[in-house]
């Protein structure tokens, strides 16, 4: 070896260490460097004092998470930080937020841009809300102003199915369609018969009945012996009649008219379904004798029936649609809604209080003379609670005041006074035939245009109206009953030659 290599060596040695003792040096900086940028409680302390205890528990917690999590930013407004005072050193006033990167460092992140697309998506979401309420507002007053239309039409008895809003003429068809009752309607359709003319046809062939036990399958269940004793049109005693009733519409018209006074006057008041007095008592009076309730009543727990005090002290009358055909085995077996447990359950815990189901024959009946006196075919379904309501009143009383059936100046298209439900088929019907039921109540009515239009009240004569002290009333009932007894004779001569045509005509197709 030379002198001048074995001279370089060692200075060769020398600078390699060096080297390596500044790498290591460096990385010790580096290391201290990132522990001090990763350290929760020197983050803390250098938060901005405006941070709240539950915003810096969010950074700690968010720092405390695996590096893979992105966490939401921490705003902080550029006036709450330590360089407040200076403006050069607020970060040009735009929002601020703590957040980890990709690589789990702390960084501050500008979250300016992102409020911002969320404020414009927030008022765009606000334009569309309003614009959808408008059209929706639009459309409900289309709606009404065309229900307000017909019912002009309907108290001058006047109305046809081709006059109602679209959306009624489609579910219309759509019920006809379906014919889930199986309805086959083979009797006449008569011309526009008088008042007398309806009122003998209702009498005589929509006669007021109930279930009384005796048929299968409710005599194999005991139902004889559960039923009420004395039958409904009886229960205040042989042959007596209430001499002015009251029938009250759960119509969101009634609201604001007043009434209650002239309700309670009657002598009977009825009522439907789960429509309450209490807190209306001024526009619907307080007296209840009767109330009609349909099947979901007894059947849905959210009317608790059988505790509730709407429904005691007074008679109750439920009903539910059954086959066209009368079929009572299918209909026990199958009801739109089980009403049949809970009857007999209130039966036992409250045997004293009359308590009906009517027979759902009475039902189909009503539908067959509002069917005989239309010529459209109506819907295919039992008629309204309303309806059945009047027609039994009719059965009971000498005189029956209708409020609200078919509405006054105050029409609206709340469906009932005591909800929050807006359709204009609780007023001109799309299950329930009820602009052809309307018509007809209005050809019976006796009352003055002045007393449906402030009042919304129909005028009815009962079927058994006795005579009065009063001559021309007494005259005019006199007439009716012997109008009614003529329409029975030429309506079972109508009926008879009716089958003799069907019976040469069955007696001819055979022998052909």
Excluded at 13 to 34: D, E, G, H, S, T
Excluded at 306 to 335: E, H, I, Q
Aim: hydrophobic share 35%.
């Amino acid at each position: 070896m030379t002198p001048r290599s074995s001279t370089m060596t060692p200075t060769m040695k020398q600078w390699r260490q060096l080297v390596l003792v500044a790498m290591l040096a460096w990385l010790l900086i580096f290391l201290a460097l990132l522990s001090h940028f990763l350290d929760p409680r020197d983050v803390e302390l250098r938060l901005p004092s405006s941070l709240t205890h539950t915003e810096t528990r969010r950074l700690a917690s968010i720092q405390g998470s695996p590096s893979g999590i992105r966490a939401s930013p921490l705003e902080v407004s550029s006036s709450s930080s330590p360089a407040n005072q200076d403006p050069s050193h607020s970060r040009q006033g735009k929002q601020e937020a703590l957040e980890l990167n990709q690589n789990g460092e702390v960084v501050w992140n500008d979250v300016g841009d992102q409020e911002r697309e969320e404020k414009i998506r927030r008022e765009s979401l606000r334009r569309r809300r309003r614009r959808r309420r408008k059209k929706r507002g639009g459309r409900d007053e289309y709606y009404l102003s065309q229900s307000k239309a017909v019912v002009q039409w309907l108290r001058r008895g006047i109305a046809s199915a081709g006059m109602l809003a679209p959306h009624l003429q489609k579910s219309m068809r759509d019920y006809l369609h379906l014919n889930r009752h199986h309805v086959a309607y083979r009797g006449l359709r008569r011309g526009r018969q008088s008042r007398r003319d309806v009122l003998c046809e209702l009498k005589e062939q929509a006669r007021l009945r109930t279930l009384d036990g005796t048929e299968q399958p409710f005599s194999g269940l005991g139902w004889d012996r559960l039923v009420p004793p004395r039958p409904l049109e009886q229960l205040w005693g042989q042959g007596s009649k209430f001499k002015s009733c009251a029938v009250v519409t759960s119509a969101g018209a009634i609201l604001n008219s007043s009434l209650g006074r002239e309700i309670d006057s009657h002598e009977a008041v009825l009522r439907f379904n789960a429509a309450p007095t209490e807190g209306y008592e001024n526009d619907v009076g307080n007296k209840t004798t009767i109330r009609i309730i349909n099947s979901q009543i007894l059947a849905r727990p959210r009317h608790r029936f059988n505790t509730s005090s709407l429904y005691k002290g007074m008679t109750l009358v439920a009903w539910d649609p059954a086959p066209y055909s009368v079929d009572l085995l299918r209909w026990y077996g199958n009801p739109d809604y089980d009403l049949f447990t809970p009857y007999e359950e209130r039966r036992r815990l409250h045997p004293t209080q009359p308590f009906y189901v009517l027979h759902p024959k009475f039902i189909w009946q009503l539908w067959d003379v509002i069917q005989g006196n239309t010529q459209e075919n109506i819907q295919p379904n039992p008629p309204s609670s309303g309806f059945i309501g009047i027609v039994l009143m009719m059965s009971l009383c000498e005189e029956v005041h209708v409020y609200e059936y078919i509405p006054s100046l105050r029409q609206t298209d709340l469906c009932h006074y005591h909800e929050h439900h807006y359709d204009a088929a609780c007023t001109l019907g799309a299950y329930h035939p009820l602009l052809f039921e309307k018509l007809l109540v209005q050809r019976m009515n006796s009352a003055s245009q002045h007393d449906l239009k402030t009042k919304g009240k129909v005028t009815l004569s009962g079927f058994n109206a006795t005579a009065r002290a009063d001559t021309n009333q007494a005259t005019e009932e006199t007439k009716l009953s012997q109008h009614c007894r003529l329409w029975a004779m030429l309506w079972r001569l109508t009926f008879d030659l009716d089958e003799s045509e069907e019976e040469e005509s069955g007696a001819n197709t055979n022998q052909s």
